[in-house]
């Protein structure tokens, strides 16, 4: 089992920065992934940012150029760098991690990801 923790969502005015962090515990060996997900409300959720444990990302389509995703591999911790929020930002993002096979990664396919933390809200408001 692996266990995630997420910090780091609030209120943030359009134009402005937030930083996630997501820390895993447990059964670090069965994961090669990490990254974010996001659910708004009435929406499916939808990825946002994931990393593998050699460096390979992916991000969505829409965060592109704004966000950055980051890992410290001796922490165990993903960071989530988001830039010039957008009223659309504005959801729970999902820490996930797992095992996805190379074109369960590059889908961005949430079902790729075993373990998933319980979430943080994002919320962007002028």
């Known amino acids: 089992q692996v266990q995630l923790v997420e910090s780091g969502g609030g209120l943030v005015q359009p134009g402005g920065s937030l930083r996630l962090s997501c820390s895993a515990s447990?059964?670090?060996?069965?994961?090669?992934?990490m990254g974010w997900y996001r659910q708004a409300p009435g929406k499916q959720r939808e990825l946002v940012a994931v990393?593998?444990?050699?460096?390979?990302?992916k991000y969505a389509d829409s965060v592109k150029g704004r966000f950055a995703i980051s890992r410290d591999s001796a922490k165990n911790t993903v960071y989530l760098q988001m830039n010039s929020l957008k009223l659309e930002d504005a959801a729970v993002y999902y820490c996930a991690a797992g095992r996805p096979g190379p074109l369960v990664f590059q889908s961005g396919a949430p079902g790729g990801y075993d373990y998933w933390g319980q979430g943080t809200q994002v919320t962007v408001s002028s």
């Open positions: 447990g059964s670090i060996s069965s994961i090669n992934a």
């Open positions: 990393i593998t444990r050699g460096g390979s990302t």
